[in-house]
């Protein structure tokens, strides 16, 4: 390079110098300065993107940062300061792909416990008819949803359309406490199974972060959605058909 100003670029743009008239009118003038400067700024693209995209397109990621050090060992010439910015990125990025992998699995762990549990108690305790202790009178219903829930009205505003209350009870799924709701529509019998989320944790909130959205899928014979809105936390559970339970799951996550 034969710029005298083309190993300032680096400091220049850190310091936002860069932004100032002179830089401007010689980066106007020489490409080799100019072509610098888009590296740098290409490459805090790509830790930005690392860190702050939701759901992350971990292999196109990982091509771009195995470039990017890649391309960082083959000039030489670049200041000891630089070569850091480009390990420590680098070590940022691969850090997020590997909490990304990890609170993916975890977060699908934890959701196909609860669908599975869930569709178990569905098949205990209204298909069989297993002998439990349910709460019909609504003022035992509001209470029961008030120590569970935190919220009275939860069991009033999530029921489906033309089904009625049959019963609550608390019940337990993957280790945690939910409210059972069984609600009927005369000829069909659903369940609904809501809790307050724990308060959340930085490790929870990352976990959270790349876990699943909304779903419905098939559990042995029944269809089991969820969902999360604000603090609570829902899932149902049906014989019907996967869309007529993905229906019912917005409707009642609208609702919470």
Known sequence: MNCPNYEQVTDAYLSGEIDGADWRSHLNCCPDCAAKLQAESDFDLIVK??????RLQTRQLEAHVRAEIRKSRKLWHIPTFTKMRYGIAATVTFGVLGLATFGYSKGRMDHNAVCSDA???HQEEIVAKAPKKWRSDMKQV???SAKIVG????AERVAPAGYHLIGARVCTLHDKDYMHLDFSDGSNEISLFVRRLDSPTLKSRLIDLFSSDDSVERVETF???????HDLSLVVVSSSPVPDVQK???DAASRL
């Open 248 to 250: 019912l799951v917005n």
């Open 151 to 154: 919220d009275p009205s939860v």
């Open 119 to 121: 569709a178990d108690d």
């Open 223 to 229: 269809s089991v959605g969820s969902a999360e809105r």
């Open 142 to 144: 509001e209470a029961l």
């Open 49 to 54: 993107h690392a860190v702050n995209e939701e």
